[in-house]
């Protein structure tokens, strides 16, 4: 029975609620979109690149960089876990050395030498 009571009073509460909703303004369900046939021709969009590998490395200087590899040939470097990157790097033609913003990474593995501005170059390890 209570049950019963609570449905109405639930049902009243919502009648009440969208009374108050008075929108003379027409709903208008098929208007045409000004972009549709613009989008219709548009070239397909090329998903973003996913990362491929991310290691800690860990210099001999005692610093910590994080690099995040991805599949088109770049990579990220952050020198704060969990932060944005400082730079983004470029492997020419897909051989490293990743390249840019004053750093510089040899390669992907787990050994590499990095260049970081204001530490020079420096062999690294994960």
């Given at each position: 029975m209570q049950k019963?009571?609570?449905l109405a009073a639930a049902a009243a509460a919502a009648s009440f609620a969208l009374a108050g909703c008075n929108n003379n303004e027409p709903v208008v369900i098929n208007k045409e979109d000004p972009m549709a046939e613009q989008l219709r021709n548009a070239a397909p969009v090329a998903p973003p690149p996913m990362i491929q590998v991310t290691r800690t490395y860990r210099c001999r200087d005692n610093s910590l960089l994080y690099v995040d590899f991805y599949t088109n040939n770049t990579?990220?470097?952050r020198t704060?876990?969990?932060e944005a990157p400082v730079a983004m790097l470029t492997a020419e033609g897909g051989n490293p050395p990743y390249t840019g913003s004053g750093y510089s990474v040899s390669g992907s593995?787990?050994?590499v030498?990095?260049?970081?501005?204001g530490h020079g170059t420096q062999s690294c390890h994960t």
């Open positions: 019963t009571h609570f990579a990220a470097v704060r876990e969990g593995g787990t050994q030498s990095i260049t970081a501005p």
